[in-house]
Structure formats: C-alpha cells, structure tokens
C-alpha cells in the first residue's frame, strides 16, 4: 500500500506544477478553429433533430410511403379485384387478363396555385419563344449571307470594269501606233487615241463644263468602246489585242485568232 502510495505523484509536486505549455506558433489559434468547428456541427446536427417539418413535407412524405407500398388484402377495392380472378402483379386491361397496365397509372400532384392548362400554356409559350429566336436567328444568317453574296458580285463587278478599262486603254494605245505607221494623222474617232498627259489633266478638270454633243462617246460605255475599238482593230490592221498579233490577211486572222472577245481567249 505504501508502495502504491508512493508511486503515486503528488498534485502539488513539480510534475504537475511546473508544467511547459506548448508555445508553438500558430497551435493556440489551430484549436480554437477546431473547437468552433465542432461547436458548430453540433449546434448544426441539434437544429435538425429540433427542426419541425412543416406540413407540406409531412403531407409529401406520406404520399412517398403510400405509393411505393403496394395495396394489400385489407383495401377493400383490392379485395374485390381478388375475389373477381385477379392475382398480384398480373397486368390490368379491358377485355383479356394480362391485357393491360402493371403498374397503377402515376400520380402527379399539382402544387401550385395555377388554374388547369397553366403548364401547358408556358410550355407553348416557350416553344413559341424558341421558335422565333429560331427564325431570327434564320433570317440573321440569311441575311448575312446575302451581304457576303452581294460583296462578291460588287467586288466581282468592279474587277470586271477594271479589267474592261485595261483591255480599252491597251486597245486604244495600239491604235494610235498602227495609225501613225500607216500615215492616219487622225483617228476616226477621238477616243480611238490615247491623248496626252497634259492634255489629259486639263480634260479632268473642264470635263463637267463640256457639252455632251462636243462629246459624243462619253453616251458610250466601256465595254462598247472596247466593243467598237477592238472591230476597228480587227477590220482595219488586222489586229487583235488579246492576242497581241498582227495577222497577215483576214484568213490568217480568222483561222488563227480565237475570237473577237476576251472571252474566246480564256
């Protein structure tokens, strides 16, 4: 016993008096988190065991429990079908057994406060929303795409009148050099020629003051005069542009030279 007693450390002795608590940075304040934490779960679990369910839950997890529960002997309407021939499980119809439904039809319960229809007047409200975001989307497209469409016919249409007024001015240079070597000191028309750049400059600015009788081939567009020019070309110096030959005869040129257009030199 006094063994006992002396193994036994006394309260008041330096063991217990001068113990060294743990002064580590940051252990004080980890355990103050972690009894919050617990506090808290606890305080948590004790407001769900406390919480009353209100009456709509209850009223919900009753009719859970009802319907996955299957009807027994003692329904009256069970016992009627039971002792008219019908066995558990066995499916429901009209005329022959077995001819039917298994499973009861699903209940749906309706919640809210809406009048009958209500859903299915959102719903088509919405499919009518779909369906016109659908068509906008459509026509935004199409439109789109006729932009892009127009582009390159207007980007197409302009390549074409620039490659017209090259041909013409290449027409026009070429008949000013086998004019001049046959001796024609004035073209048949005035535009058949290239004119000076001087002369040129001058034209540019007084070209709004000009009549149009003074200037009859302003009524004609490019590719008329080209048209025009290029016939000239042809008939007169056997010549053509797009070849850029001069043919010996008119055989020569219809024999050798595709044809009258840029089109038959593609």
Known sequence: ??????EEED???????????DVRPGVPMLRQIREARRKEEKQQQ???????????EEERERRDIGLKNALGCENKGFALLQ???????????KSVPGDGIVEPIPLNVKTGKSGIGHESLLKRKAEERLENYRRKIHMKNQNEANAAE???????????????????RRSRRACQQLDIQKNIQVPREAWYWMRPEEEAEEEEEE???????ECPSEDLSVSEKLQILTGYLREEHLYCIWCGTAYEDKEDLSSNCPGPTSADHD
């Open 11 to 21: 309260y008041m002795s330096d063991s217990f008096i001068n113990v060294q608590e």
């Open 150 to 168: 127009q582009f390159r016919m207007r980007l197409k249409s302009k390549q074409e009148e620039m490659r017209l007024e090259g041909d013409l």
């Open 46 to 56: 004790a407001n769900l065991r406390n919480r009353q369910k209100s009456i709509k």
């Open 207 to 213: 070209k709004e003051e000009q009549d149009e009788d």
């Open 1 to 6: 016993m006094k063994k006992t007693m002396a």
């Open 83 to 93: 002792k008219m021939g019908y066995k558990s499980g066995q499916a429901l119809g």
